[in-house]
Structures are given as C-alpha cells and as structure tokens.
C-alpha cells in the first residue's frame, strides 16, 4: 500500500488549500479512506473519512465541519480534502489514511503527511 499526500503550504488565514492522496495498492473504490491530522503537542485528531463508495457516507470533525470537505476520485485512485477558511489552529502534519472501514481508518494504512501552516 502507498500513500502520497500533496497539497500542503503555507497559507493565511482565511485563505484555502486542497490536499491529494495519491493511492496504489489497495482497492480504492472499495476502501474507507480519511484524513487525520496532528499538530505539535497535541494528540492526533481524525478530521474527515469518507466510506467506500457502495456505502456512501462522509463523516467530520466538529472542528472542520462547514470548512473542510472530503471527496474521492475512484478514477483516478485519488482523495481529496477542500480546506477553506483555514484558521491557525488549523496548522498541523496531514495524513492519508486508508483501511476497510471508516471506524478502523486508525489501524489501517498511512501516508507520510503533508504540512499544513496556517498564519494570521
């Protein structure tokens, strides 16, 4: 399984970036798949997972809910996270992650991360 994330940077607050999980090696279409974040000093936090595309289902971190927006390409075995209206708290390592199911997403596989900095 490989994982490859892209899409991190530096951004003001306010502004938006959209992070990429390139995927291989596992069955993309049929994979619960998710992002999870950790910052520094703080404990790692699942922002966003999506289910397989038979069940359909998309959940969110209160934290993000109304910003972020989670979404699958099965085309191009490709994940997406649309971050809007970054705040500085959003400033953290970003990590793909994939398993069978939305609730294993933290057992499953994991990419290397991207760093997202947001300052105000």
């Known amino acids: 399984v490989q994982l490859v994330e892209s899409g991190g940077g530096l951004v003001q607050a306010g502004g938006s970036l959209r992070l990429s999980c390139a995927a291989s090696?596992?069955?993309?279409?049929?994979?619960?798949m998710g992002w999870v974040r950790q910052a520094p000093g703080k404990e790692r936090e699942m922002v966003a997972g999506?289910?397989?595309?038979?069940?359909?289902?998309?959940i969110y971190a209160d934290s993000v809910k109304g910003r972020f927006t989670i979404s699958r390409d099965n085309s191009k075995n490709t994940l997406y996270l649309q971050m809007n209206n970054l705040k500085p708290e959003d400033t953290a390592i970003y990590y793909c992650?994939?398993?069978?199911?939305?609730?294993?997403?933290?057992?499953?596989?994991w990419g290397q991360g991207t760093q997202v900095t947001v300052f105000s």
């Open positions: 999506i289910s397989s595309s038979s069940i359909g289902i998309d």
């Open positions: 992650v994939a398993a069978r199911s939305i609730v294993s997403l933290y057992e499953g596989s």
């Open positions: 090696g596992i069955s993309f279409g049929s994979d619960a």
